[in-house]
């Protein structure tokens, strides 16, 4: 759980920026959520000195790289940056393939805890071997860091990322759109969910499927249809890196990343990433299996027209190996309990909406 500058400022990153995001963090409320990690995307650097050591823009970083990085340890959070595994980054700045185990080394020495990896400019480079190559020279760095795979799922990264970082994303990047696609590959968050089926037997604690970073909060949809993205990406046990400017956000929009009941779900000690059971005409149920011999349930209508659904519980407590009969169902986004297993759920569910329920132990 953490920020990422990306979605929302792009390279338009600074020192000044990151501080405040931080302070945000803390005096926001997510930081009590659970939230940890501010990490800066690309944008940061500029070139390389004679030496072939890394250089950052020092317009925007003035002081360098690990005052940033102290000042966001300072509010007891950690501290991320971006490379690519190519000669050069999306944006066209340098890249670290040939310098692999010297800015594993720069990135140690300035308090660094998390590094997203990209995949531009990476010619005929073998993904596994190249981002193998970058694990390795973050080990030998000897400082603790999460290591984020950005190959957009081109080489199937499930089948082979599990022993080389500790998340790799499965799709494009995403869009703050429903469901778009954009000539060069862009895609709205429920395109990327409907690829996110029949992945989950590959996630699980420190090995996570990543559908990319959130887009709640940045202007391109509704605050239910927010709250729809945020309860499947809560469902996926995928990683929640914000990607808003949290200086500025609505009401609606805190209430949202920090809704903690949903979080739960999304950090359950198990990992376990939610199956898709049913999918028609727009309609979506998805099961999460949880700790303490509990579910979450989400009851997604991507459609535009409202639905109505009726559960009969037993079917899905048998499919699930619940060994319970009764549980009390709570409405993660009411905050109240809603009824029991004992009797059929039915409910209408309007367009672009979700209910997100969790069948709690009586």
Known sequence: MGWNSWNRFGTDISEKLVREIADAMVESGMKDAGYAYIVIDDGWQMSRDADGNIVMNHERFPNGIKPVADYVHSKGLKFGIYSDAGRKTCQGLPGSRGYEYQDARAYASWGVDYLKYDWCYHG????????????????????????????????????????????????????????????????????????QAGLEQYAGPGHWNDPDMLEVGNGGMTATEYKCHFSMWCMLAAPLMAGNDIRSMSHETREILTNKEAISVNQDKLGKQARRIVQSDGYQMWVKELSGNEIAVAFFNGGDSSITTNVSWPYILRKFGLKKKSYTLRDLWKHENIGTTDTPLQVRIKPHDILMVRLVNN
Request: net charge negative.
């Open 124 to 195: 005929t480079q073998n993904s596994e071997a190249s981002y193998t190559l970058m694990r390795d020279a973050l080990y030998a760095a000897g400082r603790p860091m999460v290591f984020s795979i950005c190959e957009w799922g081109t080489t199937r990264p499930w089948l082979w990322a599990g022993d080389v970082g500790h998340l790799w994303r499965t799709t494009e990047d995403i869009q703050d759109c429903w469901d778009c696609v954009n000539e060069w590959g862009g895609l709205g968050w429920v395109k990327i969910l409907d690829k």
